[in-house]
């Protein structure tokens, strides 16, 4: 089964706005990554953070993690059309031997 | 540096076709993994290959099987496709198996007929 929920499916916000995305997942984990997909592409790594951390910032990219709460979330401030795509959550899950579980995505529209 | 290429792009086979999936990746790194997406899906991991020498099912591996071939490739093969494997398929590499980002091919969109 998807180890991470996230919420919500689909955002649509406009150029300059903030967009959060939230995630949450059911077990221990050693850390929590989130990626980009854009449309018919791979996808591409935007941010790790690990279990004993709480905040990680990476240009307009901030992402928390609450790890009482099984959750986290990521912020992107001051939108931009080109960051329209899909946003997922992966863990790394803390009994496993590697294997990152993806969730089902935020489909982010940025309108110009 | 073409970090993760995955061939073909694009397949359409016929019920009880068999195929193989190719992936390599030119990083130098230890653990492959496949995955498979499906709409409202997200990422499914089919298959992983933690070092050299080494495969693991992950959470969909009924279907397929799989080949680490040396540190470079990774292939996954479907020896009797269904149209319940019509899928996105993505390759993906890390340096190592944990704690560490993974980069991902540009996928191979699979249809079975």
């Known amino acids: 089964s998807q180890q991470g929920e996230e919420d919500p499916q689909a955002l649509s916000i406009q150029e300059g706005e903030n967009a959060t995305m939230n995630c949450s997942y059911k077990t221990s984990i050693n850390n929590l990554q989130w990626y980009r997909q854009n449309s018919g592409r791979g996808l591409v790594h935007l941010i790790l953070i690990r279990s004993n951390e709480r905040e990680k910032h990476s240009g307009r990219l901030r992402v928390t993690l609450d790890t009482s709460k099984k959750s986290s979330s990521l912020l992107i401030t001051a939108s931009r059309a080109a960051d329209t795509a899909s946003y997922f959550c992966a863990t790394d899950r803390s009994s496993n031997t590697g294997k990152l579980i993806f969730g089902q995505g935020t489909t982010l529209q940025v309108k110009p | 540096n073409a970090g993760v290429t995955q061939t073909p792009k694009f397949q359409v086979l016929k019920t009880g076709q068999s195929m193989t999936l190719q992936c390599a990746q030119d990083?130098?790194?230890?653990?492959m993994y496949w995955y498979r997406q499906d709409p409202g899906m997200g990422l499914r991991l089919i298959y992983y290959s933690a070092s050299e020498g080494t495969t693991d099912k992950g959470e969909v591996p009924n279907g397929y099987n799989v080949s680490r071939l040396n540190k470079r490739e990774f292939s996954l093969r479907l020896e009797s496709a269904a149209p319940s494997q019509t899928s996105v398929y993505f390759c993906?590499?890390?340096?190592?198996?944990?704690?560490?980002?993974?980069?991902f091919g540009q996928g191979t969109r699979l249809t079975v007929v």
């Open positions: 990083m130098n790194h230890n653990s």
């Open positions: 993906a590499s890390s340096p190592r198996v944990s704690n560490t980002e993974a980069f």
